[in-house]
């Protein structure tokens, strides 16, 4: 059974940084039998969810372009967190930041939502 669990969210001025925390159980980096692939999703207010960074099993990461250059996603293969380092912030990363994690076979879909199978609850980034 899958639960991701997210934190590190806040309150930030523009060109402040934070880093979310994903902690992942029922996931392995040896390759869990549905997931090879974990990642981070925001929605702000009135928007359709994004997909901003991903990172596979393998490592291979990909980023939105609204986000590449400032935002850097990692895992720590030991306790199976994965964070997001969001550096730059400004009033458009204003969102909810959501953890997922699937299986996904196309690279092309490595940003897309319905890629995902299981999700964590969220946490709230304010950039003022």
């Known amino acids: 059974h899958v639960q991701l669990v997210e934190s590190g969210g806040g309150s930030v001025q523009t060109g402040g940084s934070l880093r979310l925390s994903c902690a992942a159980s029922g996931v392995t980096y040896a390759g869990s039998h549905d997931v090879n692939c974990m990642g981070w999703f925001r929605q702000a207010p009135g928007k359709e969810r994004e997909g901003i960074a991903t990172?596979?099993?393998?490592?291979?990461?990909y980023y939105a372009n609204s986000v590449r250059g400032r935002f850097t996603i990692s895992r720590d293969n030991v306790n199976g967190t994965v964070y997001v380092q969001m550096n730059s912030l400004n009033p458009e990363d204003t969102a909810m930041y959501y953890c997922?994690?699937?299986?996904?076979?196309?690279?092309?879909?490595?940003?897309?939502?319905?890629?995902?199978?299981?999700w964590g609850q969220g946490t709230q980034v304010t950039v003022s």
């Open positions: 990172i596979y099993t393998r490592g291979a990461t």
């Open positions: 997922a994690a699937g299986w996904i076979t196309r690279i092309d879909n490595s940003l897309r939502e319905s890629s995902f199978r299981y």
